[in-house]
């Protein structure tokens, strides 16, 4: 397997983690995390201890939710929250151009635009989450406290 660490994607997401505290470092997984619950099967953890980093068009701008994987980013709430009329789910084109991630990989931190970010309050339920670090195989291990902090993320009820 060719050395995911140097692949730029996932180099956006260590120099991100180093830039707020060299203590977490990324993780290469010998399976792939591409789903919640494939990453949860891999790091022997709960579902709902993975972050789900989706990216929401709304009306003419985007939002990154950041939910437990055990749960639904419910859209009407962003859609109260925001005050936008139009949420629904970025295509994945729109998620490559504003996130630089593809679909599966798609971390909270190292994009390539500044994204206005939304927490889902029930991540707060794990001492430790994991979220992907710019590729299905890589993943980072953080805590909701440093998770908010590194996103600078807007906590809320987002999910159903």
Known sequence: MENLLEKESVKRVIKALNEFDSKF???VLNSSAR???????????EVGAIVKSLLLRADDG?????VSGDKKCSLNKVKKIT???????????????????T???VSPIGHINNLEIMIDEKLNRFKDIFAAAGHPN???????????????????????
Do not use: H
């Not at 909701?144 to 590194?150: A, G, H, Q, V």
């Not at 993320?153 to 999910?159: D, E, K, Q, V």
């Open 138 to 160: 890589a993943v980072f291990k953080i805590d909701f406290k440093s998770l908010k902090e590194i996103t600078k993320g807007a906590i809320f009820n987002i999910t159903e």
């Open 35 to 45: 789903t919640a619950v494939d990453a949860a099967n891999s790091l022997k953890c």
């Open 62 to 66: 985007f939002v990154l939710c950041l």
């Open 83 to 101: 005050g936008k009329k139009d949420v629904c789910m970025a295509n994945a084109e729109d998620v490559k151009k504003k996130t630089g991630y």
């Open 103 to 105: 679909i599966g990989g």
């Open 25 to 27: 470092k990324v993780e």
